[in-house]
Protein backbone atom coordinates (compact mmCIF):
# COMPACT_ATOMS: atom_id res chain seq x y z
CA UNK A 1 0.00 0.00 0.00
CA UNK A 2 0.70 3.38 -0.64
CA UNK A 3 0.13 6.00 2.19
CA UNK A 4 -0.30 9.28 1.78
CA UNK A 5 -0.17 11.56 5.28
CA UNK A 6 -1.52 15.44 5.46
CA UNK A 7 -0.02 17.66 7.36
CA UNK A 8 -3.47 19.26 7.17
CA UNK A 9 -5.64 16.52 7.74
CA UNK A 10 -5.59 16.93 11.68
CA UNK A 11 -6.89 20.49 11.07
CA UNK A 12 -9.71 19.43 10.10
CA UNK A 13 -11.77 17.91 12.30
CA UNK A 14 -14.83 16.49 11.39
CA UNK A 15 -13.81 16.27 7.86
CA UNK A 16 -10.53 14.46 8.79
CA UNK A 17 -11.03 10.85 7.10
CA UNK A 18 -9.11 8.43 5.56
CA UNK A 19 -10.15 7.50 1.95
CA UNK A 20 -8.54 3.76 0.44
CA UNK A 21 -8.87 3.24 -2.72
CA UNK A 22 -8.64 0.06 -4.72
CA UNK A 23 -7.57 -0.12 -7.89
CA UNK A 24 -9.59 -1.77 -10.71
CA UNK A 25 -8.76 -4.78 -12.86
CA UNK A 26 -10.82 -7.86 -12.94
CA UNK A 27 -9.12 -9.26 -9.76
CA UNK A 28 -6.26 -10.30 -12.48
CA UNK A 29 -4.37 -7.55 -13.70
CA UNK A 30 -3.37 -3.71 -12.93
CA UNK A 31 -1.99 -2.09 -9.94
CA UNK A 32 -2.45 0.84 -7.13
CA UNK A 33 -0.29 2.71 -9.32
CA UNK A 34 -2.34 2.84 -12.87
CA UNK A 35 -5.46 4.20 -11.44
CA UNK A 36 -4.10 7.14 -9.03
CA UNK A 37 -6.41 9.67 -10.79
CA UNK A 38 -8.93 8.40 -8.38
CA UNK A 39 -6.86 9.57 -5.32
CA UNK A 40 -5.22 12.67 -6.61
CA UNK A 41 -8.97 15.13 -5.80
CA UNK A 42 -8.70 13.79 -1.97
CA UNK A 43 -4.77 14.64 -1.90
CA UNK A 44 -5.31 18.14 -3.29
CA UNK A 45 -8.12 18.30 -0.22
CA UNK A 46 -5.18 17.49 2.20
CA UNK A 47 -6.97 14.14 2.90
CA UNK A 48 -4.49 11.08 4.41
CA UNK A 49 -5.05 8.43 1.64
CA UNK A 50 -4.35 4.80 1.45
CA UNK A 51 -3.96 3.21 -2.37
CA UNK A 52 -4.38 -0.23 -2.08
CA UNK A 53 -2.94 -3.04 -3.88
CA UNK A 54 -4.61 -6.64 -3.60
CA UNK A 55 -3.51 -10.54 -4.48
CA UNK A 56 -4.36 -10.39 -8.06
CA UNK A 57 -5.37 -13.63 -10.05
CA UNK A 58 -6.40 -15.46 -7.05
CA UNK A 59 -9.88 -14.81 -7.84
CA UNK A 60 -12.76 -12.74 -6.28
CA UNK A 61 -12.73 -14.44 -2.43
CA UNK A 62 -9.15 -14.09 -1.99
CA UNK A 63 -9.48 -10.58 -3.48
CA UNK A 64 -11.88 -9.57 -0.89
CA UNK A 65 -10.09 -10.54 2.45
CA UNK A 66 -7.32 -8.32 1.80
CA UNK A 67 -9.46 -4.70 2.52
CA UNK A 68 -10.16 -6.15 5.83
CA UNK A 69 -6.72 -7.30 6.42
CA UNK A 70 -5.25 -4.20 5.52
CA UNK A 71 -7.41 -2.18 7.87
CA UNK A 72 -6.59 -4.43 10.35
CA UNK A 73 -2.63 -4.08 10.01
CA UNK A 74 -3.34 -0.05 9.84
CA UNK A 75 -5.42 -0.15 13.40
CA UNK A 76 -2.02 -2.17 14.80
CA UNK A 77 0.57 0.74 13.43
CA UNK A 78 -1.01 3.94 14.64
CA UNK A 79 2.18 5.06 15.81
CA UNK A 80 3.71 4.92 12.57
CA UNK A 81 0.58 6.34 10.61
CA UNK A 82 -1.75 8.23 12.18
CA UNK A 83 -4.53 7.78 10.04
CA UNK A 84 -7.97 8.64 11.64
CA UNK A 85 -9.97 4.60 11.20
CA UNK A 86 -12.97 6.54 12.88
CA UNK A 87 -13.79 8.08 9.66
CA UNK A 88 -12.86 5.71 6.83
CA UNK A 89 -14.17 6.29 3.29
CA UNK A 90 -13.92 2.67 1.21
CA UNK A 91 -13.86 3.62 -2.45
CA UNK A 92 -12.28 2.03 -5.72
CA UNK A 93 -12.88 1.55 -9.18
CA UNK A 94 -14.93 -1.97 -11.34
CA UNK A 95 -13.16 -4.44 -8.77
CA UNK A 96 -11.56 -2.64 -6.37
CA UNK A 97 -15.41 -0.94 -5.45
CA UNK A 98 -16.54 -4.08 -5.49
CA UNK A 99 -14.15 -5.07 -2.87
CA UNK A 100 -14.51 -1.87 -1.04
CA UNK A 101 -18.42 -2.14 -0.92
CA UNK A 102 -18.35 -5.59 0.45
CA UNK A 103 -16.24 -4.57 3.42
CA UNK A 104 -18.76 -2.33 3.76
CA UNK A 105 -21.96 -4.28 4.15
CA UNK A 106 -20.35 -6.84 5.51
CA UNK A 107 -18.85 -5.06 8.85
CA UNK A 108 -22.18 -5.48 10.88
CA UNK A 109 -22.73 -9.10 9.95
CA UNK A 110 -21.63 -11.00 13.15
CA UNK A 111 -21.15 -14.22 10.78
CA UNK A 112 -18.91 -12.79 8.05
CA UNK A 113 -15.63 -13.99 8.87
CA UNK A 114 -13.42 -11.90 7.42
CA UNK A 115 -14.24 -9.15 10.17
CA UNK A 116 -12.90 -5.73 11.04
CA UNK A 117 -11.06 -5.10 14.33
CA UNK A 118 -12.38 -2.16 17.16
CA UNK A 119 -11.79 0.86 16.62
CA UNK A 120 -12.40 0.90 12.60
CA UNK A 121 -15.41 2.48 11.11
CA UNK A 122 -16.49 2.98 7.95
CA UNK A 123 -18.02 6.39 7.18
CA UNK A 124 -18.64 5.92 4.27
CA UNK A 125 -18.01 4.18 0.42
CA UNK A 126 -17.54 5.52 -3.23
CA UNK A 127 -18.18 2.75 -5.79
CA UNK A 128 -17.44 3.64 -9.18
CA UNK A 129 -18.70 1.20 -11.59
CA UNK A 130 -18.42 -2.13 -8.76
CA UNK A 131 -20.11 -5.07 -8.99
CA UNK A 132 -23.24 -4.88 -5.95
CA UNK A 133 -25.16 -7.53 -7.35
CA UNK A 134 -25.53 -10.02 -10.38
CA UNK A 135 -22.15 -11.29 -10.11
CA UNK A 136 -23.23 -14.51 -12.24
CA UNK A 137 -23.49 -12.25 -15.25
CA UNK A 138 -20.56 -10.05 -15.07
CA UNK A 139 -18.85 -13.60 -14.94
CA UNK A 140 -20.50 -14.49 -17.81
CA UNK A 141 -20.11 -11.54 -19.75
CA UNK A 142 -16.11 -12.12 -19.16
CA UNK A 143 -16.27 -15.88 -19.80
CA UNK A 144 -17.81 -15.33 -22.67
CA UNK A 145 -15.95 -12.63 -24.67
CA UNK A 146 -13.89 -12.90 -27.51
CA UNK A 147 -11.19 -10.77 -26.04
CA UNK A 148 -8.07 -12.97 -24.63
CA UNK A 149 -7.83 -11.28 -21.78
CA UNK A 150 -10.95 -11.12 -20.79
CA UNK A 151 -11.77 -14.50 -20.93
CA UNK A 152 -8.76 -14.51 -18.38
CA UNK A 153 -10.52 -12.85 -16.42
CA UNK A 154 -13.58 -14.52 -16.44
CA UNK A 155 -11.92 -17.88 -15.52
CA UNK A 156 -10.50 -16.64 -12.89
CA UNK A 157 -13.00 -14.80 -10.67
CA UNK A 158 -13.91 -18.17 -9.03
CA UNK A 159 -10.94 -20.42 -9.96
CA UNK A 160 -12.25 -23.09 -7.94
CA UNK A 161 -14.90 -24.03 -10.38
CA UNK A 162 -13.92 -25.13 -13.43
CA UNK A 163 -17.45 -23.75 -15.06
CA UNK A 164 -19.53 -21.48 -14.09
CA UNK A 165 -19.40 -20.48 -10.47
CA UNK A 166 -22.81 -22.00 -8.33
CA UNK A 167 -25.15 -19.50 -7.64
CA UNK A 168 -24.68 -20.02 -3.72
CA UNK A 169 -21.16 -19.33 -4.15
CA UNK A 170 -21.42 -16.05 -6.33
CA UNK A 171 -24.27 -15.03 -3.74
CA UNK A 172 -21.51 -15.15 -1.14
CA UNK A 173 -20.16 -11.99 -2.90
CA UNK A 174 -22.70 -9.75 -3.72
CA UNK A 175 -23.15 -6.87 -1.48
CA UNK A 176 -26.79 -6.89 -1.95
CA UNK A 177 -27.50 -10.07 0.01
CA UNK A 178 -25.65 -8.30 3.31
CA UNK A 179 -27.01 -4.80 2.59
CA UNK A 180 -29.33 -3.37 5.45
CA UNK A 181 -30.40 -0.02 6.76
CA UNK A 182 -27.23 0.12 9.13
CA UNK A 183 -24.92 0.20 6.43
CA UNK A 184 -22.81 3.19 5.79
CA UNK A 185 -23.77 5.80 3.56
CA UNK A 186 -23.11 4.84 -0.19
CA UNK A 187 -21.90 7.37 -3.57
CA UNK A 188 -22.42 4.90 -6.67
CA UNK A 189 -21.17 6.14 -9.82
CA UNK A 190 -21.95 3.80 -12.66
CA UNK A 191 -22.97 4.11 -16.92
CA UNK A 192 -25.52 2.96 -18.59
CA UNK A 193 -23.73 1.66 -21.37
CA UNK A 194 -21.45 -0.42 -18.95
CA UNK A 195 -19.98 -3.62 -20.96
CA UNK A 196 -18.25 -5.32 -18.53
CA UNK A 197 -20.86 -4.41 -15.22
CA UNK A 198 -24.06 -4.22 -17.02
CA UNK A 199 -26.31 -1.15 -15.80
CA UNK A 200 -29.27 -4.02 -15.34
CA UNK A 201 -27.19 -5.68 -12.14
CA UNK A 202 -27.10 -2.00 -10.30
CA UNK A 203 -31.40 -1.74 -10.29
CA UNK A 204 -32.20 -3.77 -7.37
CA UNK A 205 -29.34 -1.99 -5.14
CA UNK A 206 -29.84 1.67 -6.46
CA UNK A 207 -33.17 0.94 -5.60
CA UNK A 208 -32.36 0.14 -1.67
CA UNK A 209 -30.21 3.32 -1.78
CA UNK A 210 -32.60 5.17 -3.26
CA UNK A 211 -34.98 4.21 -0.12
CA UNK A 212 -32.92 6.35 1.56
CA UNK A 213 -32.16 9.74 -0.71
CA UNK A 214 -30.64 12.01 2.13
CA UNK A 215 -28.16 9.51 3.30
CA UNK A 216 -27.12 7.63 -0.17
CA UNK A 217 -26.24 9.11 -3.74
CA UNK A 218 -26.56 7.66 -6.99
CA UNK A 219 -25.08 9.19 -9.94
CA UNK A 220 -26.18 7.44 -13.56
CA UNK A 221 -25.23 8.37 -16.62
CA UNK A 222 -26.90 6.95 -19.53
CA UNK A 223 -24.42 7.29 -21.86
CA UNK A 224 -21.53 6.58 -19.23
CA UNK A 225 -19.32 3.54 -19.88
CA UNK A 226 -17.31 1.63 -17.74
CA UNK A 227 -14.37 4.05 -16.67
CA UNK A 228 -15.39 7.34 -16.22
CA UNK A 229 -13.78 9.79 -19.34
CA UNK A 230 -12.05 12.73 -17.10
CA UNK A 231 -14.86 15.20 -17.54
CA UNK A 232 -17.39 12.80 -15.98
CA UNK A 233 -14.91 12.10 -12.79
CA UNK A 234 -14.30 15.83 -12.46
CA UNK A 235 -18.08 16.55 -12.07
CA UNK A 236 -18.97 13.02 -9.68
CA UNK A 237 -16.22 15.05 -7.20
CA UNK A 238 -18.10 17.77 -7.27
CA UNK A 239 -20.71 15.81 -6.09
CA UNK A 240 -18.63 13.49 -3.61
CA UNK A 241 -16.94 16.25 -1.94
CA UNK A 242 -20.73 17.24 -1.18
CA UNK A 243 -21.92 14.17 0.04
CA UNK A 244 -18.70 13.74 2.11
CA UNK A 245 -19.59 16.99 3.72
CA UNK A 246 -23.20 15.43 4.38
CA UNK A 247 -21.64 12.61 6.50
Given at each position: ?????????KK?N??????????????????????????????????????????????????????????N???T?????????DR????????????????A??A??????????P?????G?I??S??VD???????????NE?P?M??I?????????D???K????K?????????N?????L?????D????AS?F???????????N??????L????H??S????????????V??D?L
Amino acid sequence: MDIYLSGEAKKLNRKNLTVVFLHGGGYYVSDKSKEERYIRPYLKKGLNVVNLNYRIKRGVPVATEDLPNALNYLATQRATYPLNLDRVILTGFSAGAHIASMAAVTANDPAYPNKLVPGIKIAGVINFSGPVDGLDVVEHVFMNNEVPIMKEIGMALFPETTDYAPKELVAKYEPINYFDKNDPPFFLWHGGKDDQVPASTFEKFVALLNQEPNKNEVLFLPEGLHSPSSNELNSAYEKIFVFLDKL
